[in-house]
């Protein structure tokens, strides 16, 4: 049963920097494609960030510039890097897996692709204070 652990999250003033990270077992990211989620009470589950497993990101328009993806297939972890943190940053944040993955990273934020996704994370909060 693959599982994926995420830690890193926490409490941050305003135009501070979290570092999340997500470790998977029985399979690496290099077969795989991983996805940062987030989602706040009452709204759906947002995508934030991707990877396709060539390497390839894409990031939601909220983020670009501010977050950075990035995985370690020798350590089977994905990474999520936010800086210039935002009070609306604040959120629980969770990662996803596709596995095997063969989508593009252009199309893995999309809806439509969200039930692909067939491993998640338990979630870890972020809280950005102003």
């Known amino acids: 049963q693959v599982q994926l652990v995420e830690s890193g999250g926490g409490s941050v003033q305003a135009g501070g920097s979290l570092r999340l990270s997500c470790a998977a077992s029985e399979y690496t990211y290099s077969r795989a494609c991983g996805g940062w989620f987030r989602q706040t009470p009452g709204k759906e589950r947002e995508g934030v960030a991707a990877i396709d497993r060539r390497g390839s990101t894409t990031y939601a328009d909220s983020v670009k510039g501010r977050f950075t993806i990035s995985q370690d297939n020798a350590k089977n972890t994905l990474y999520l890097q936010m800086n210039s943190l935002k009070p609306e940053d604040t959120a629980m944040y969770y990662c996803?897996?596709?596995?095997?993955?063969?989508?593009?990273?252009?199309?893995?934020?999309?809806?439509?692709?969200?039930?692909?996704?067939?491993?998640w994370g338990q979630g870890t909060q972020v809280t950005v204070s102003s």
């Open positions: 996803a897996a596709i596995f095997p993955c063969y989508v593009a990273s252009s199309a893995l934020l999309r809806p439509s692709r969200r039930y692909e996704y067939n491993y």
